[in-house]
């Protein structure tokens, strides 16, 4: 029989070989490669579709307008780890920036996810020098419409089938599956908006255009272009919405609701805050719908 201590001496040489066999087989977590996206409802529709394979970021934080939206250091920092960028379009960011970026990050690949849709053009009239010019401008909010998030999501798709081929069956199924809610999403809006044909509902700033167009509502808008109203063009706004008998007025947290305010006031209509930019997308635009529709 062996003494305690040769017993004990052995047992620890034993501990010893394990845990040096257990370290050499252990490697560190390989990192996912990282996509990043403009906008929180990118973002919903890539996780969707990458899963697992990919790391999502989203260079625009909750709470920012991503028409004026200025990148930080710590943003700029992760985009530079980045295989790929999606850009939603042509959003104010994205204009201003998007250059910058790709000179900063050669090896980066760039997908537009606005590739397809038809882009809807607005016609804004300013003043200038005493006189009032009239501009064109396109409107960069596709993601409103469900009928432009199935473009959006092929679009993705599309990109990380080239991003990792391997992974085109995941890929395939996961965007499938997104396919489907889109369409559920897009079932319900056409049949809240269906009870309600050729509704008009007010908003301040522009952003559910393309919902408008694709479901057969009117879209009313306060601001005149990207700025706060002049006292004349809010009369004409309201005066406007009292004959199209509108009943509700939508605004986004980061704007100012001063002129909502005034606009509700004058019209009855109630005041609704939304959130285009939900990450929570299908949830969103669902809610959008039903308050167009309410009574």
């Given at each position: 029989?062996?003494s305690?201590?040769k017993?004990?001496?052995c ?8 845990v040096?066999v257990?370290s050499c ?7 996912k490669p ?6 929180l409802?990118?973002?919903y529709?890539a ?18 307008n ?6 930080s250091?710590s943003h700029?920092?992760?985009l530079?780890k980045s ?9 104010g960011f994205?204009?201003?920036w ?5 000179q ?5 690949k760039?997908?537009d ?8 053009v ?5 003043e200038?020098d005493?006189?009032?010019?009239e501009s ?8 409103s419409s469900p009928?432009?998030a ?5 679009n ?7 991003l990792?081929?391997?992974?085109r069956?995941y890929?395939?199924?996961?965007y499938?599956?997104?396919?489907d809610r889109?369409g559920?999403v897009?079932s319900?809006v056409?049949e809240v908006?269906g009870?309600?044909p050729?509704?008009t509902?007010a908003?301040y700033?522009p952003?559910l ?7 057969g ?5 306060l601001?005149?272009?990207g ?6 063009h809010?009369?004409?706004v ?12 939508f605004v ?11 606009f509700a006031a004058?019209?009855?209509a ?11 997308w299908?949830?969103?635009i669902?809610r959008i ?5 309410a009574?």
């Open positions: 029989m062996k305690p201590l017993y004990l001496l047992l620890c040489c034993a501990c010893v070989v394990l040096g257990s087989a252990w490697t560190a977590p390989k990192e990282i996509v990043t996206v403009t906008i409802p990118q973002k529709f996780e969707y579709i990458a899963g697992d394979r990919f790391e999502i970021n989203c260079i625009v934080p909750a709470g920012s991503p028409e004026a939206y200025d990148p250091p700029l920092v992760h530079g295989m790929a960028y999606f850009r939603i379009g042509q959003i994205e204009i201003a998007m250059d910058k970026l790709i900063n990050n050669p090896s980066m760039v997908y996810n606005s590739t397809g849709v038809h882009m809807l607005g016609v804004h009239t300013h200038h005493g006189k009032m010019h064109l401008d396109i409107d960069p909010h596709i993601w009928k432009n199935y473009i959006i999501a092929r993705m798709y599309e990109a990380f089938v080239e990792d081929p391997d992974g069956d890929y395939r199924d996961n499938e599956a997104l396919l889109i559920e897009d319900t056409t908006l009870r309600v050729g509704r509902f908003i700033h952003t255009s393309y919902l408008a167009e694709d479901y509502v009117v879209q009313l808008c601001e005149n272009a700025k706060e109203s002049s006292a004349l809010l009369k004409q309201i005066d406007e919405a009292r004959e199209s008998d509108v009943r509700v007025v986004q947290r980061e704007f100012n609701a001063k002129q909502v305010e005034t004058e019209t009855g109630r005041i609704a805050i939304i959130n285009p930019l939900n990450y929570d299908d949830k969103e669902i719908a039903y308050a167009i529709a009574d």
